[in-house]
């Protein structure tokens, strides 16, 4: 699983639950961040006198390597700038070559619209692009390619303002305790805890009402990008 975020915390919020099932039954996961958000996502670090670009984003290093440890992945960052994200194709073939060289059977990331954060959507397109550049549309091709993956975004802040439907909802339950650990470590917006906790809550209640097993409690919404493909219905 690769999992792709703006921001360096934006993984916990969105996917720390399904990162931790998917690492708990055995498989490999790895959080690649775009940026730190060192600008316009590190609130509580703004508030230190003296505070610089480069402290913050040691803080911010360290905190999401903590939160990934605590799902069983790996973290690390292209370090690209925050607000605004700025990526160019060198950045792009950046994010390819490590497509190519981990060859992930699902890739997340964010959704493609989003009016209140300037950078998510331009995670969306860069991840998009290097995706499509690495499957080699699939064909016999002049450069090193990969198999193509599953493709599903993770749900954003504002899901009814960004035309997130879900698809797909992850249950998280037996794992929820590993999810808020990693939300503890993101310090530099704490305030963002119980928001997603509180989230988890809801779409735990609407994975119920689908499957009827009311031993779900907690879950973690997604929306495919591309289809799955499956022997028989």
């Not at 499509?132 to 993770?154: I, N």
């Not at 509180?198 to 609407?206: F, L, S, T, V």
Request: glycine share 6%.
């Amino acid at each position: 699983m690769l999992v792709v975020g703006a921001h360096s915390a934006d993984f916990v919020w969105r996917a720390a639950g399904a990162i931790a099932k998917h690492t708990e039954s055995g498989g490999e996961a790895r959080v690649i961040s775009l940026s730190y958000g060192e600008r316009g996502e590190s609130g509580e670090l703004w508030k230190i006198p003296g505070q610089t670009e480069e402290n913050v984003k040691k803080h911010r290093h360290a905190e999401a390597t903590e939160a990934a440890a605590a799902v069983g992945a790996t973290f690390e960052s292209l370090d690209l700038g925050d607000y605004p994200l700025n990526v160019d194709q060198t950045g792009v073939d950046r994010l390819a070559d490590l497509m190519r060289d981990y060859a992930p059977h699902i890739v997340l990331t964010h959704v493609d619209k989003d009016p209140f954060n300037p950078d998510h959507p331009v995670a969306f397109t860069v991840v998009a692009k290097a995706r499509l550049l690495t499957a080699g549309a699939v064909v016999e091709a002049g450069f090193r390619t990969a198999p193509p993956s599953e493709f599903l975004v993770f749900e954003p802040h504002q899901p009814d303002l960004c035309g997130f439907v879900p698809s797909v909802f992850v249950d998280i339950t037996s794992v929820f305790d590993k999810k808020k650990q990693a939300m503890s470590a993101m310090k530099a917006q704490s305030y963002l805890q119980q928001y997603y906790a509180e989230r988890a809550e809801h779409r735990g209640n609407h994975a119920r009402k689908v499957t009827g097993n009311k031993e779900i409690r907690q879950a973690e919404a997604f929306q495919r990008i591309v289809p799955n493909v499956v022997e028989s219905l």
